[in-house]
């Protein structure tokens, strides 16, 4: 295969915005079934990459990456990103589950592994800023990211039953109020982490 024709798929898969480790894995799928269907059908290298665009359209659909978010990005991203969001949920709500206990048993534990989570993003955060992986404008950004706006929303919800059924309970002795924000951090947390290991959690 010529190049020119290396180049064309090259900008044809980038127009997907697809991530570096997606874009490698799909372009090398690109190059194969072009160049065999080139071989088998003896046919020009403009028809078999159309061919299989048309095999890859469902895949390479442009879709809404999630319900909190208003960037497009291909099926195939889609579906690898939701699978991770979900890991990172499911690994934050275990953490506040633990940390909500530990505010039941013991609050100068719980305080501690509060600070502690305080002080790695912070690291992280500086990290970021320090070596230039992540301006200002784009941490701001990080607030409306999709898992944190669900948090938002979650939060919100706790607030009110808590107004509505636990009036006379004061805030700080609400444990589902700290569990609510431990998993926010560790949501920012990990958000920051993949930024770092530059892995597509909807950062750009």
């Given at each position: 295969m010529e190049k020119d024709q290396l180049i064309?798929?090259?900008?044809?898969?980038?127009?997907?915005?697809?991530?570096?480790?997606?874009?490698?894995?799909?372009?090398?799928?690109?190059?194969m079934q072009i160049?065999?269907?080139i071989n088998k059908q003896e046919i020009g290298f403009h028809e078999a990459f159309l061919q299989t665009k048309v095999n890859w359209q469902n895949e390479l659909e442009m879709v809404k990456a999630d319900l909190f978010s208003f960037k497009k990005?291909?099926?195939?991203?889609?579906?690898?990103?939701?699978?991770?969001?979900?890991?990172?949920?499911?690994?934050?709500?275990?953490?506040?589950?633990?940390?909500g206990t530990l505010f039941y048993c013991n609050e100068n534990i719980y305080l501690c592994v509060q600070g502690v989570l305080i002080i790695i993003h912070l690291f992280f955060l500086m990290y970021h800023f320090i070596f230039k992986k992540m301006s200002?404008?784009?941490?701001?950004?990080?607030?409306?990211?999709?898992?944190?706006?669900r948090n938002l929303?979650?939060?919100?919800?706790?607030?009110?039953?808590?107004?509505?059924?636990f009036t006379t309970e004061n805030l700080?002795?609400?444990?589902?109020?700290h569990m609510a924000v431990t998993f926010s951090v560790m949501l920012q947390i990990q958000l920051l982490y993949f930024r770092v290991k530059k892995i597509n959690v909807l950062l750009a």
């Open positions: 064309e798929i090259e900008k044809y898969l980038k127009s997907k915005n697809l991530s570096s480790a997606v874009f490698a894995e799909v372009y090398d799928h690109f190059v160049s065999e269907l990005i291909a099926k195939i991203e889609k579906g690898i990103l939701q699978d991770r969001f979900r890991k990172m949920m499911m690994m934050s709500f275990v953490f506040s589950v633990i940390v200002f404008s784009e941490y701001r950004k990080m607030s409306f990211h999709p898992l944190l706006l929303l979650l939060m919100l919800i706790i607030l009110a039953v808590n107004t509505m059924f700080w002795n609400f444990p589902l109020n």
